[in-house]
């Protein structure tokens, strides 16, 4: 069992002095009655998040309950689902938090249009990028993917919310600057993306680069290349543009 002075401490910075507001989301947080949270409302729920965001970090079996991060945040079950109605909910408020993080990450990169002459090292780049900010939060991703396979509806939604931000984003960069037509080039960017986003993936995916024989186990570089090689031929050939 954890002091609860330790987890006091790493969450105090976090949270605003002035106001009930998360600082990283600006916007007021209540709980599951919808009562705005005071200061101790808020820490206390900073504390489950900090708790799950551990163990999440340190289990990669995908195995992790409720009472666990209760135990970790040496809090008693009753005052969790003060916040919380079940374990998908403790996970998609650990995701919202690390999603700030996405636009600097590589959203900001893919949402300016990149020069045909550019191409290869653009996509090479977003590719890097991406995979940086999925090997970062790689349990966390792969237990939404999990819940999401299981036919977790909410973790569904998320995963389907972070997909279309970025498709909408590839096929930006598909277009071309004279088209007018909205979604032209959706079953290209879903390829691409289907794609980058299964490699990285498997790349995270310990258990299952551990069970492949090595002459099948993929190259990290070799396959990232392979990817930023594909979406550039995607980019050039909704654009219309030769290599």
């Known amino acids: 069992m954890h002091g609860k002075s330790n987890l006091q401490s790493s969450t105090d910075l976090q949270i605003s002095e002035e106001n009930n507001e998360r600082p990283d989301s600006g916007r007021v947080v209540r709980n599951l009655n919808g009562q ?38 040496d809090l008693g079950m009753t005052s969790v689902y003060n916040y919380f109605s079940d374990l998908t909910d403790v996970i998609l408020a650990v995701l919202e938090n690390i999603m700030v993080d996405a636009e600097e990450a590589y959203l900001a990169h893919l949402r300016i249009r990149w020069e045909d002459d550019d191409l290869a090292e653009e996509c090479s780049k977003f590719i890097d990028a991406f995979f ?4 970062k939060n790689a349990n966390v991703f792969h237990l939404r993917n999990n819940f999401a396979d299981k036919r977790d509806r909410k973790m569904i939604a998320h995963r389907a919310s972070v997909a279309q931000e970025i498709l909408g984003l590839i096929i930006a960069q598909m277009e071309k600057k004279s088209e007018s037509s909205e979604y032209p080039h959706n079953s290209m960017a879903s390829a691409v993306y289907m ?49």
């Open 36 to 73: 705005k949270l005071g200061r101790k409302g808020i820490i206390t729920r900073q504390r489950i998040l900090t708790a799950a965001s551990k163990l999440i970090v340190e289990k990669d079996d995908l195995q992790i309950s409720l009472g666990a991060i209760a135990a970790e945040a």
């Open 195 to 243: 794609g980058i986003e299964r490699a990285v993936s498997v790349l995270n995916n310990k258990l299952l680069m551990n069970d492949l024989p090595p002459a099948y186990r993929p190259d990290k570089i070799g396959l990232l290349a392979a990817e930023a090689r594909l979406f550039e031929f995607g980019i050039r050939s909704g654009r219309g543009v030769e290599w």
């Open 132 to 135: 940086t900010f999925w090997t």
